[in-house]
């Protein structure tokens, strides 16, 4: 098997050596390893995107709005996700931003679950009829897994989803409720001696 | 009295870094205290009469064990070498997580003795292998199985029975992530696993050359002297395979730094020292000087340094005899201040590693802010502004921004990885060829252009939009962030300029590692000698923490 940092070392080099700069190679380290980690399938899709690279076109997308439209070719996955990564902060209150076409969906991922984590808010991505949430990095829930995730994902839709709980609020007073059962009712002598300090702090 | 922390600008020169000894903060020092009261045990010893076969040794606390797993192997004498394109040694280590099945040591007999080319599982923490100092061990085995012990003379001028020429942890060749083991108490602390390897394959040498001496003369052979063991170490030889980690590991760089220099603000701030405390501190540099004088090498450059070291030591001696009073406040400070004024960078740092000596309270708290969780400070902080970014590069790197990188001998070599054996190097970029495939090491030279850009963008501009165009100087970028809060982060020098000595990477690394006798043997490797002195693993319940001023050959 191999280990997280050899699989984050060998993919910075791979990614420099395909053309991309250090510092963006060291990006794609991290996002491969993480997929590797969560037990998405990092390495293959990473391979298979420099194959096709070497090849093929893939639009660079630097600044993200709402609706991204690629002009003929989709977009590349790791400029897209650096770009989307260091934008994050900016276009969260966005809500919903849209994107026609991915190339390799899955190391977009990557980069969309480290995004969660810095801006605080979970996000979710759908693309033909598949729907993936991505935790704070914490972890990604999805309706993919044991499926071969594709090579290109079109109508691509990414939300943020604004910090609220995911119950309702008759669900948290009921469990509340059998909470308080844990809790001692206090006698006069327990209101006076149970806390340490005195009934009154006006000293 | 309030002192400072010393400047990042003086301390983080290379010269000042490879001046550095090693200390109370030390890791292998760290790994002793740590494991003084684990239950040491030899499990296993299996070696024919010429000391080929099998061994393994433990510590054991509660349900944790971890085990050395040896295997000493039959080389010919062309086939030894230091260098890290060999493929065969005489012995092979790896630590194993737990104790090793019959299944585990056949699959480890298959694997760690091809080093780089095997692979290991998450169950193996370490790897190592190590080559004898033939002179030593054969003159030991000869001296034992005559019944007699061996020449002290000759084992001072090695000092160890075998060198390691790489040990290897975290996650290469197939060995555990940090990330698995990170959460043990016993861990919490650089290297410490490595350290433990290094001390139990230095018992497995004393056994191992015990045994051949006795299969060679049963009835009259001896066993090394206890005393002896003690006062031999292991050796190891170093290149530049160390030298890009102090740079790629910038968060920790700066905990090491930070401890030391924090150790040293807090005793320079203490007002009243006891007589005890001064006394330690004065004794250990006097016995300290038997290190110096048996630090034996064939570098000129270390041999002058050796003998400004010595000349300071002594002339600081003196003053603290003759001219000191430990009475006076702050009489630490006083010292510290002598010594910027009155000796070499060598002497300077020399004195305040031993200054650690009587403070425990200090040292032990900070042996485990030592560590560094990296990952935390890996995103770049796009919100923040270029004029932000730029005042940071400005009041950060100061003398890095005086660099005329135009100039050939600011900009001679550059760090590669070898195909061979991918390993880092460092060659001439106008002499050789690969410099298109440059590493991205040379900081100084990124940071000023990074610098240049900036100047020309506008300082409200976004850290986010300066990066959509400017992605070539993304890596230095997160450098200049992690600097901001990491002030010991980075080397204040040029790391591929033509005077650069790489050693001082080295000697930088190897100080906090623990290590003794820096001999160079050339600008760009080096052999040291760990656990010189350290007590015996039978000994560690009850040993002197200053062991490492004591040694007696």
């Not at chain 2, 924090?262 to 250990?284: M, P, Q, Y």
């Not at chain 2, 001219?323 to 010292?335: A, G, R, S, T, V």
């Not at chain 2, 050939?408 to 991918?422: A, D, T």
């Not at chain 2, 600008?523 to 560690?540: H, N, T, V, Y």
């Amino acid at each position: 098997m191999k280990s997280l940092s050899e699989i984050e070392t060998t993919v910075k080099r791979a990614s420099k050596a395909i053309g991309f700069d250090w510092g963006i190679s060291e990006e794609v380290g991290k996002s491969v390893r993480l997929l590797e980690m969560f037990g998405f399938s990092g390495i293959k899709n990473i391979n298979q995107y420099y194959n096709d690279k070497i090849d093929k076109k893939f639009e660079n997308l630097n600044l993200i709005s709402n609706n991204n439209q690629s002009t003929s070719t989709p977009f590349c996955p790791i400029i897209l996700g650096v770009s989307f990564l260091d934008q994050v902060k900016t276009i969260d209150n966005i809500g919903k931003i849209k994107f026609d076409k991915i190339a390799f969906p899955l190391i977009f991922l990557s980069f969309l679950s480290r995004s969660s984590e810095v801006v605080g808010k979970k996000i979710i991505i759908r693309f033909d009829k598949k729907e993936l949430l991505l935790n704070l990095n914490v972890n990604i829930y999805s309706n993919l897994f044991n499926q071969e995730f594709p090579v290109i994902a079109n109508n691509v839709e990414v939300e943020f989803i604004d910090n609220q709980d995911n119950f309702k609020e008759s669900e948290w007073q009921n469990l509340y409720r059998l909470s308080e059962n844990t809790f001692v009712e206090e006698s006069e002598s327990l209101k006076q001696g149970g806390a340490g300090a005195g009934l009154t702090d006006n000293d | 009295m309030k002192i400072e922390l010393r400047d990042p600008n003086t301390i983080m020169k290379l010269s000042r870094l490879g001046s550095f000894h090693q200390s109370k903060l030390s890791f292998l020092r760290s790994f002793l205290n740590e494991f003084k009261d684990w239950e040491y045990k030899k499990d296993l010893f299996d070696l024919d009469e010429n000391g080929y076969g099998e061994a393994v040794y433990s510590f054991k606390k509660k349900k944790r064990v971890y085990s050395l797993v040896c295997f000493a192997n039959r080389i010919n004498d062309d086939e030894r070498s230091d260098r890290v394109i060999a493929t065969k040694w005489d012995a092979a280590f790896t630590l194993h997580d737990g104790v090793p099945t019959k299944d585990d040591i056949a699959r480890l007999k298959n694997e760690v003795p091809k080093q780089e080319v095997g692979r290991l599982s998450f169950k193996e923490l370490t790897l190592s292998r190590a080559n004898k100092s033939l002179r030593v061990f054969n003159h030991v085995v000869d001296s034992l199985s005559k019944g007699s012990q061996p020449d002290l003379d000759l084992l001072s001028k090695v000092g160890y029975l075998y060198r390691t020429t790489a040990v290897y942890g975290s996650g290469k060749f197939g060995l555990a992530d940090r990330f698995r083991i990170k959460n043990r108490e016993e861990i919490n602390g650089p290297f410490r696993l490595e350290m433990m390897l290094v001390y139990l394959v230095r018992q497995f040498t004393f056994d191992q050359v015990n045994h051949v001496a006795h299969h060679k003369n049963p009835k009259k052979a001896v066993k090394l002297d206890k005393k002896i063991c003690k006062n031999l170490g292991i050796g190891n030889s170093t290149g530049l395979g160390m030298a890009p980690f102090i740079v790629n590991h910038p968060t920790l760089l700066n905990n090491w730094i930070l401890s030391r220099e924090t150790a040293l603000k807090e005793i320079r701030e203490i007002e009243i020292v006891d007589s005890k405390d001064g006394n330690l501190f004065v004794d250990c540099v006097k016995k300290s000087l038997t290190n110096i004088t048996s630090w034996n090498t064939d570098s000129e450059y270390q041999k002058n340094k050796i003998k400004s070291l010595l000349k300071d030591v002594e002339k600081f001696l003196n003053y603290i005899e003759n001219q000191f009073d430990f009475n006076m406040k702050h009489p630490f400070n006083e010292i510290y201040l002598w010594l910027e004024k009155e000796t070499c960078e060598e002497c300077i740092e020399y004195v305040v590693s031993i200054m650690m000596e009587p403070y425990s309270h200090i040292t032990q708290p900070l042996v485990s802010n030592m560590s560094s969780d990296e990952e935390k400070y890996f995103n770049i902080p796009t919100s923040r502004t270029v004029g932000e970014l730029r005042n940071i590069i400005e009041d950060k790197y100061p003398n890095i921004l005086d660099i005329d990188f135009e100039k050939k001998e600011n900009n001679q070599n550059f760090w590669f990885i070898s195909k061979n054996k991918e390993e880092p190097r460092l060659a001439d970029r106008f002499d050789e060829h690969g410099s298109e495939l440059e590493q991205p090491l040379a900081i100084a030279r990124d940071i000023k252009k990074l610098h240049e850009k900036l100047l020309a963008s506008q300082n409200n501009l976004t850290i986010a939009d300066f990066l959509s165009h400017n992605s070539k100087l993304r890596h230095v970028v997160r450098r200049a962030f992690i600097v901001e809060k990491f002030p010991y982060s980075e080397i204040q020098d040029n790391t591929i300029g033509k005077s650069i000595m790489p050693i001082d990477m080295l000697r930088l690394k190897l100080s906090f590692f623990g290590a003794l006798k820096f001999d160079p043997r050339s600008d760009k490797w080096l052999r040291i000698c760990m656990f010189q002195g350290a007590p015996l693993p039978s000994e560690l319940k009850n040993y002197d923490e200053q062991w490492v001023y004591k040694a007696n050959i």
